[in-house]
């Protein structure tokens, strides 16, 4: 079946793909690493569409691309299966059920957002979701962190982030230090103080360079999160330190608190990618326009690069290069999750029940392997819980 069955009418082919993704978006849970796993048994196991090695190949070249790399891969596959109008078809309603989700939250945290359930209900998510993050970097770190160098520029990226250096300089800049030192002593020598100085040459804190509140305006939300779109590599969870450098160094358009009930309430208890946290953020700031607009702008480059890339990128995934400079942008990303970790740790964790909370749930989440889902249903229980019996 699948893509040995030419003889299909396109309309079967694309009707198949919108089916198939629309429920997807609208049951997936668990983050990037799950949704994919549920492709691949739909795609290669049930329906077989192409077989492993190509399903491989498709993963691994859209781990080269900027943004939602689940999002891309469904895009992928609705190319492969009905053409142009199967990318269209897959990613979109792909994303579709997360976002009418998201709205929903968002309008529910505006209205009733200053309500004491809610915040109750919101001071016992935030602490499991530290938990989360914090597990999500120690199993990608197993993967990401290969050998002295990698944990180097890891460790490196994750104090400069901490300091306010820019996470679009410190992502790319730790891909090249490893790209350079693989390369060998004479390319190293010659070329590792460029790299080196490129941070150097952007020596001022981010708070310095974007002093005061900027005026929203809806040109520069997009035109922010058509950026995140297209420079953001690695998990979804990197999208916190884009976030908060934006719009609140930055832009000063939102608080920590506020990023942070972006990714704790939109990112964990709606299907879909985490980077619909945007519909949310838009929401926000200037209602259904505005997140509708930064939900297309976040999303848009990675429709435009699969359909652009997708002819030649498995095989460009197969190069030495490719795969070094994918390394270093890995550690680099591991390097910003842990700093955004440390930094909402510091807003997160301010008693003994959220420190005992996300104790709890880390013990939970890497001893038993407990969906995110619930662990984050329970937190907000136990918030409620814990302040009409001690608040």
Same mark, same amino acid.
């Given at each position: 079946?699948?893509?040995?069955? !030419? ?10 793909? =919108? ?12 983050? *990037? !690493?799950?949704?994919?796993? +549920? ?10 569409? &192409? ?7 498709? &993963? ?5 691309? *900027? ?24 990613? %979109? ?5 997360? &976002? ?23 001071? %016992? ?34 104090? +400069?982030?901490? !300091? ?9 800049? #730790?891909? /090249? ?15 590792? $103080? /460029? ?56 832009? %000063? ?18 299907? #879909? ?15 259904? *326009?505005?997140?509708?607009? !930064? ?6 480059? $990675?429709? +435009? ?8 990128? *498995?095989?460009?995934?197969? $190069? ?7 390394? #270093?942008?890995? =550690? ?60």
């Amino acid at each position: 079946m699948g893509e040995y069955q !030419a003889q299909e009418p396109v309309t079967q082919r694309l009707k198949e793909v =919108a089916l198939l993704f629309l429920r997807l978006g609208a049951t997936s849970f668990g983050g *990037p !690493a799950a949704y994919i796993g +549920l492709m691949h048994h739909e795609v290669v196991n049930r329906r077989r569409w &192409m077989d492993e090695q190509r399903f491989l190949d498709l &993963m691994s070249a859209t781990m080269l691309l *900027p943004g939602p790399n689940a999002t891309e891969v469904a895009s992928h596959l609705g190319l492969i299966r009905a053409g142009w109008r199967g990318l269209i078809v897959a990613g %979109g309603l792909f994303i579709l059920p997360g &976002m009418l989700a998201i709205l929903a939250v968002a309008w529910a945290y505006i209205k009733y957002g200053s309500l004491p359930q809610v915040a109750w209900t919101l001071y %016992g998510i935030k602490p499991v979701v530290v938990a989360i993050i914090v597990q999500a970097i120690w199993s990608l770190g197993r993967k990401g962190i290969k050998g002295p160098l990698t944990a180097v520029v890891g460790l490196g990226v994750l104090l +400069l982030h901490l !300091a306010d250096f820019d996470e679009i300089v410190l992502l790319f800049a #730790g891909a /090249a230090v490893v790209l350079l030192v693989r390369s060998g002593r004479h390319l190293f020598k010659h070329g590792m $103080s /460029a790299v080196l100085t490129i941070p150097m040459l952007l020596n001022v804190p981010v708070t310095t360079l974007y002093a005061g509140v900027a005026s929203f305006s809806l040109s520069t939300l997009f035109l922010t999160f058509l950026k995140i779109g297209a420079t953001l590599f690695g998990s979804g969870y990197v999208l916190l330190a884009f976030l908060r450098s934006e719009f609140v160094v930055k832009l %000063g358009w939102l608080t920590e608190a506020e990023v942070f009930d972006a990714i704790a309430v939109a990112g964990q208890i709606t299907p #879909g990618p985490i980077f619909t946290s945007a519909t949310f953020i838009g929401y926000m700031l200037g209602g259904l *326009p505005s997140a509708l607009l !930064a939900t297309l702008a976040i999303f848009l480059p $990675s429709f +435009l690069l699969v359909g652009l890339l997708s002819r030649f990128l *498995p095989s460009v995934r197969k $190069s030495w290069w490719a795969g070094v400079f994918l390394d #270093g942008v890995n =550690a680099a990303s591991l390097g910003l999750m842990s700093a955004v970790a440390i930094q909402l740790s510091r807003v997160v964790l301010v008693d003994i029940f959220t420190i005992t909370l996300t104790l709890l749930a880390l013990f939970a989440v890497f001893r038993f392997k407990i969906n995110s889902v619930w662990l984050v249903l329970g937190g907000g229980l136990l918030g409620v819980v814990y302040q009409i019996l001690f608040g």
